[in-house]
């Protein structure tokens, strides 16, 4: 069991559809389990306002409320991903600045540490850096 001082509340941003079509925003308070990483927690999957999926995890920057766009098959992998990504940003800051690079790192980092990248965050840095080179 995970206790109070091994977590930190953050508003997690969700996207709700809408009926008519569209989405809405809305925040969503998580109790993050804290990691090495100053700024950076590990939490369940949100699938909905209500419901978690306790069978994958995700790393959650704490000033934004955004996860990092990859999804981990343990609290385990998730944790060690964090921990192996606190040099790579000033995660502690609100708005920590990551370079094209410093995301692909993190791609990299979490492949290694059993992550599943999201498939849109891999074909936006394949743009970028595709970009980058004047290709």
Same mark, same amino acid.
């Given at each position: 069991?995970?206790?109070?001082?091994?977590?930190? +509340? *953050?508003?997690?941003? %969700?996207?709700?559809?809408? $009926?008519?079509?569209?989405? !809405?925003?809305?925040?969503?308070? %998580?109790?993050? %389990?804290?990691? !090495?990483?100053?700024?950076?927690?590990? /939490? =369940?999957?949100?699938?909905?306002?209500?419901? %978690?999926?306790?069978?994958?995890?995700? *790393?959650? +920057?704490?000033?934004? #409320?955004?996860?990092?766009? &990859? *999804? /981990? #098959?343990?609290?385990?992998?998730?944790? #060690? /991903? &964090?921990?192996?990504?606190?040099?790579? &940003?000033?995660?502690? !800051?609100? /708005?920590?600045?990551?370079?094209?690079?410093?995301?692909?790192?993190?791609?990299?980092?979490? !492949?290694? +540490?059993?992550?599943? =990248?999201?498939?849109? *965050?891999?074909?936006?840095? &394949?743009?970028?850096?595709?970009? $980058?080179?004047?290709?």
């Amino acid at each position: 069991m995970t206790t109070a001082s091994e977590t930190v +509340h *953050v508003d997690a941003p %969700i996207n709700l559809p809408l $009926e008519g079509g569209g989405i !809405q925003t809305v925040s969503h308070g %998580i109790k993050g %389990i804290r990691t !090495q990483t100053e700024g950076l927690v590990v /939490f =369940p999957v949100l699938i909905g306002p209500y419901d %978690i999926d306790k069978s994958r995890w995700s *790393v959650t +920057h704490v000033g934004t #409320g955004l996860r990092i766009p &990859a *999804v /981990f #098959g343990s609290k385990e992998q998730a944790t #060690g /991903f &964090a921990n192996a990504a606190g040099p790579l &940003a000033l995660w502690r !800051q609100n /708005f920590p600045e990551l370079s094209i690079d410093t995301r692909l790192k993190l791609v990299e980092l979490a !492949q290694e +540490h059993g992550g599943t =990248p999201d498939q849109h *965050v891999l074909d936006a840095l &394949a743009r970028l850096a595709a970009k $980058e080179s004047g290709e």
